[in-house]
């Protein structure tokens, strides 16, 4: 059945930069959208962002535009969250999902904790 | 932007009793909504699609309602593991896709 597994979360400090890494498995990969949803800590969901089907268009929430890039390769079947210039408040578990605008699918989460 | 507003916050009810979940739109979303289930430690889990279709494997006690700014999530006889947070999501005007700040259904 399909998967994705979110691998790449840790502790960094305020202004560096992290890569989070979703590899998707159970299904024709190339077919679907790709979308980064976020929880902070005992708070609710927030999008983060998302990548076409054919990695022609991204989206991006305000609070993450220019900071974060998202990116996708069909032959590795995986989808990357680069992370730069990271702020306190974006410590949260960052869970990858699937589809275009509702999703399916999703991983089990990664945590990114941001702090001196 | 589209902000949900979900109410309310917490629900407190037993086995067996009906849950009615609401969530509100600030302008129209059609019916392009849908409703989340998380319990702790886990992600969240597709319950409803466009206001009112069951995701795969939702067991029919689960109902989806609703169109435009008003929409409703109904557990008809609450089982024990029905008790979680539930989300609404518009998907109709985005970027950004926008969910409510959730409904704690607890015992």
């Known amino acids: 059945q399909a998967q994705l597994v979110e691998s790449g979360g840790g502790v960094v400090q305020p202004g560096r930069s992290l890569r989070l890494s979703c590899a998707v498995s159970?299904?024709?990969?190339?077919?679907?959208?790709m979308h980064w949803v976020r929880q902070a800590p005992g708070k609710g969901l927030e999008w983060v962002g998302g990548?076409?089907?054919?990695?022609?268009?991204?989206y991006y929430a305000d609070g993450v535009k220019g900071r974060f890039t998202i990116s996708r390769d069909d032959s590795k079947g995986s989808v990357w969250l680069q992370m730069d210039s990271l702020r306190p408040e974006d410590t949260a578990i960052y869970y990858c999902?699937?589809?275009?605008?509702?999703?399916?699918?999703w991983g089990q989460g990664t945590l990114v904790t941001v702090s001196p | 932007e589209v902000v949900m507003t979900q109410s309310p916050v917490t629900l407190s009810l037993s086995p067996g009793e009906r849950a009615t979940l609401s969530c509100r739109a600030s302008?129209?979303?059609?019916?392009?909504l849908a409703w989340y289930q998380q319990k702790p430690g886990q992600p969240p889990r597709l319950v409803i699609y466009g206001a009112s279709t069951r995701a795969i494997d939702i067991p029919p006690r689960f109902s989806g309602s609703g169109s435009g700014t008003e929409f409703t999530l109904t557990i008809s006889s609450l089982q024990s593991e029905d008790f979680a947070v539930y989300y609404c999501q518009q998907y109709n005007n985005w970027p950004p896709l926008t969910f409510g700040g959730g409904t704690k259904v607890e015992i």
């Open positions: 302008r129209s979303v059609g019916s392009n």
């Open positions: 999902a699937r589809g275009q605008t509702r999703w399916d699918t």
């Open positions: 990548i076409s089907f054919d990695g022609t268009r991204n």
């Open positions: 159970g299904f024709t990969f190339s077919h679907f959208a």
